[in-house]
């Protein structure tokens, strides 16, 4: 169970540091609590042969940011959403890869590890982070009208990946690569209902040596339009999707009274942005691509997310029932689906399971119409399961799971409600050993730890409880509750020799890391 930090972690991490201490401002960087920002001001393209980033580094800093990203209440913990984005995400790496796509070829150390993950906001809007982090606002896939537009924007964000436009920053010279690195701080971790605050937060008052490098942010943006429609192309998606969604964001921007969109407003589009693109288009083949079931179920499940307030559930549910009245199967399906998710919200679970069975029949409608979208779908199976447990039924609902994860076996949303699932019925040592397998292979993964900690509680092991959390607290860079965590792991009085040997070493471990980035921080001010 128990991890130490990789010399590689380490090297990254003094990488990243030795970069913010070559600015004097670099120790000014404001703090605030909101982190996810709908107008992320994307980093500056520069010469590819400065690259002062490596790959390590970059999953350092990309780490680093998702540590505050992940506490702000905003980040959507929807394991469906998660799962449907990294299919989606994952499928178009892979296709790009073995098309041999640019900035893709890379392999062991050197390979970007791409994550995907959703964020609850009307806005639309997608950003990327160092190290291959993909945000996706739900207000994105509220508004995309077909899974290959929502495609275009993934890949967009792939290039911006792909073709180091973070990591080119640092070839710029002094100033003005730090205030880069502080917007790409800043506009993480900036409020996230105030972009034009966040944003002049960002700029800091270096509003100059940021309009000085404004071009090579729109040489950013057409290039990551073109690797993106490759990586679009690559994938089996409809290439009309990106100057399709363009064009839509094009018109938004022209009748919204107040603002402009906010991938507008972080992805700025100019008519030659647009036009290149059409151009591209008009060149290659075209094809009709359907949307997937699960593309239409995730719009359902985003609208519902990003409805903050359940004042406004009625007109949600007004929605739904006008779209599962549409002739159109697939908007039935996605105006069932979403009966059947706010019933379920509001703990009617009659009402839900009626529902569910309708959008099931749905379903069948559009397979029995010779549709090539697939028959199953993980949304609507994982829904089922989420009915069952709700109540009480826990040993249907692993009987249930063993069957659909023998179709999803890479779920996360799955993999988690078996956790949960084996947890209320008793099933503890089943749940422990899973876990402790999933945080061997993943140490840095805040959900396992939690669930982990969560296991041995339950089980009355609380040595192991207090180790766990301690683990979790890492993740989280949160070091001073980490090691209180040992402390109390210590004390517990339940755990064995060998366990309490690999705590005491792995309670060094922690407060050595601590006193490094005690250290670090005093050389930053």
């Given at each position: 169970?128990?991890?130490?930090?990789?010399?590689?972690?380490?090297?990254?991490?003094?990488?990243?540091?030795?970069?913010?201490?070559?600015?004097?401002?670099?120790?000014?960087?404001?703090?605030?609590?909101?982190?996810?920002?709908?107008?992320?001001?994307?980093?500056?393209?520069?010469?590819?042969?400065?690259?002062?980033?490596?790959?390590?580094?970059?999953?350092?800093?990309?780490?680093?940011?998702?540590?505050?990203?992940?506490?702000?209440?905003?980040?959507?913990?929807?394991?469906?959403?998660?799962?449907?984005?990294?299919?989606?995400?994952?499928?178009?790496?892979?296709?790009?890869?073995?098309?041999?796509?640019?900035?893709?070829?890379?392999?062991?150390?050197?390979?970007?590890?791409?994550?995907?993950?959703?964020?609850?906001?009307?806005?639309?809007?997608?950003?990327?982070?160092?190290?291959?982090?993909?945000?996706?606002?739900?207000?994105?896939?509220?508004?995309?009208?077909?899974?290959?537009?929502?495609?275009?924007?993934?890949?967009?964000?792939?290039?911006?990946?792909?073709?180091?436009?973070?990591?080119?920053?640092?070839?710029?010279?002094?100033?003005?690569?730090?205030?880069?690195?502080?917007?790409?701080?800043?506009?993480?971790?900036?409020?996230?209902?105030?972009?034009?605050?966040?944003?002049?937060?960002?700029?800091?008052?270096?509003?100059?040596?940021?309009?000085?490098?404004?071009?090579?942010?729109?040489?950013?943006?057409?290039?990551?339009?073109?690797?993106?429609?490759?990586?679009?192309?690559?994938?089996?998606?409809?290439?009309?999707?990106?100057?399709?969604?363009?064009?839509?964001?094009?018109?938004?921007?022209?009748?919204?009274?107040?603002?402009?969109?906010?991938?507008?407003?972080?992805?700025?589009?100019?008519?030659?942005?647009?036009?290149?693109?059409?151009?591209?288009?008009?060149?290659?083949?075209?094809?009709?691509?359907?949307?997937?079931?699960?593309?239409?179920?995730?719009?359902?499940?985003?609208?519902?997310?990003?409805?903050?307030?359940?004042?406004?559930?009625?007109?949600?549910?007004?929605?739904?029932?006008?779209?599962?009245?549409?002739?159109?199967?697939?908007?039935?399906?996605?105006?069932?689906?979403?009966?059947?998710?706010?019933?379920?919200?509001?703990?009617?679970?009659?009402?839900?399971?009626?529902?569910?069975?309708?959008?099931?029949?749905?379903?069948?409608?559009?397979?029995?119409?010779?549709?090539?979208?697939?028959?199953?779908?993980?949304?609507?199976?994982?829904?089922?399961?989420?009915?069952?447990?709700?109540?009480?039924?826990?040993?249907?609902?692993?009987?249930?799971?063993?069957?659909?994860?023998?179709?999803?076996?890479?779920?996360?949303?799955?993999?988690?409600?078996?956790?949960?699932?084996?947890?209320?019925?008793?099933?503890?040592?089943?749940?422990?050993?899973?876990?402790?397998?999933?945080?061997?292979?993943?140490?840095?993964?805040?959900?396992?730890?939690?669930?982990?900690?969560?296991?041995?509680?339950?089980?009355?092991?609380?040595?192991?409880?207090?180790?766990?959390?301690?683990?979790?607290?890492?993740?989280?860079?949160?070091?001073?509750?980490?090691?209180?965590?040992?402390?109390?792991?210590?004390?517990?009085?339940?755990?064995d020799f060998y366990q309490i040997s690999e705590i005491d070493a792995r309670a060094r471990q922690i407060q050595d890391s601590y006193r490094q980035e005690l250290k670090n921080n005093r050389q930053n001010q």
């Amino acid at each position: 169970m128990l991890w130490a930090q990789t010399d590689n972690n380490r090297i990254a991490q003094d990488n990243i540091d030795r970069a913010m201490r070559s600015s004097p401002n670099s120790a000014g960087i404001p703090q605030v609590n909101r982190p996810i920002q709908q107008s992320l001001v994307l980093p500056e393209l520069g010469d590819s042969s400065s690259i002062a980033l490596s790959p390590a580094d970059e999953r350092q800093l990309g780490e680093r940011i998702m540590r505050e990203i992940r506490r702000d209440p905003d980040f959507s913990n929807d394991l469906i959403f998660y799962d449907y984005l990294n299919t989606i995400g994952q499928a178009l790496v892979r296709a790009a890869r073995k098309d041999g796509v640019p900035g893709l070829d890379g392999s062991g150390t050197f390979a970007i590890n791409f994550e995907l993950f959703g964020v609850r906001d009307r806005t639309i809007n997608a950003f990327a982070l160092p190290g291959g982090f993909i945000g996706v606002h739900t207000g994105l896939i509220v508004a995309a009208e077909s899974e290959s537009e929502l495609a275009s924007v993934l890949g967009h964000e792939i290039g911006h990946v792909t073709q180091k436009h973070i990591a080119r920053m640092y070839g710029q010279q002094g100033t003005n690569s730090m205030i880069a690195l502080a917007s790409i701080f800043l506009a993480v971790i900036a409020a996230s209902r105030n972009p034009n605050a966040a944003q002049g937060i960002a700029m800091g008052g270096q509003a100059l040596a940021i309009q000085n490098q404004l071009s090579y942010s729109r040489d950013a943006e057409r290039e990551a339009d073109r690797v993106g429609l490759q990586i679009l192309q690559s994938g089996g998606f409809d290439v009309q999707g990106m100057p399709d969604f363009f064009q839509r964001m094009q018109r938004a921007n022209s009748i919204m009274e107040s603002g402009v969109p906010g991938y507008v407003r972080s992805h700025p589009l100019t008519t030659d942005r647009i036009a290149d693109m059409q151009d591209r288009v008009r060149d290659l083949p075209s094809k009709k691509v359907f949307s997937s079931i699960e593309f239409y179920l995730l719009k359902a499940r985003a609208r519902l997310t990003q409805t903050s307030s359940s004042s406004n559930y009625p007109e949600l549910k007004q929605y739904f029932e006008s779209l599962a009245r549409k002739p159109d199967l697939s908007k039935q399906l996605e105006g069932q689906y979403g009966l059947t998710l706010l019933s379920l919200k509001q703990g009617r679970l009659n009402d839900a399971e009626g529902q569910l069975q309708k959008t099931r029949i749905i379903l069948q409608n559009l397979v029995s119409q010779g549709s090539p979208i697939q028959k199953y779908s993980l949304a609507i199976e994982s829904t089922g399961i989420d009915l069952l447990m709700a109540r009480g039924q826990h040993e249907a609902a692993l009987k249930q799971l063993s069957q659909v994860k023998s179709i999803y076996p890479r779920s996360r949303a799955l993999n988690v409600t078996t956790v949960n699932a084996q947890l209320k019925s008793g099933q503890y040592d089943q749940a422990i050993a899973w876990l402790k397998t999933q945080s061997r292979s993943r140490p840095d993964e805040t959900l396992w730890w939690s669930l982990l900690a969560q296991a041995y509680a339950q089980s009355g092991k609380k040595a192991l409880q207090h180790a766990a959390l301690a683990e979790k607290y890492v993740t989280e860079g949160a070091w001073v509750g980490a090691i209180e965590q040992m402390k109390l792991a210590k004390l517990a009085g339940d755990a064995d020799f060998y366990q309490i040997s690999e705590i005491d070493a792995r309670a060094r471990q922690i407060q050595d890391s601590y006193r490094q980035e005690l250290k670090n921080n005093r050389q930053n001010q």
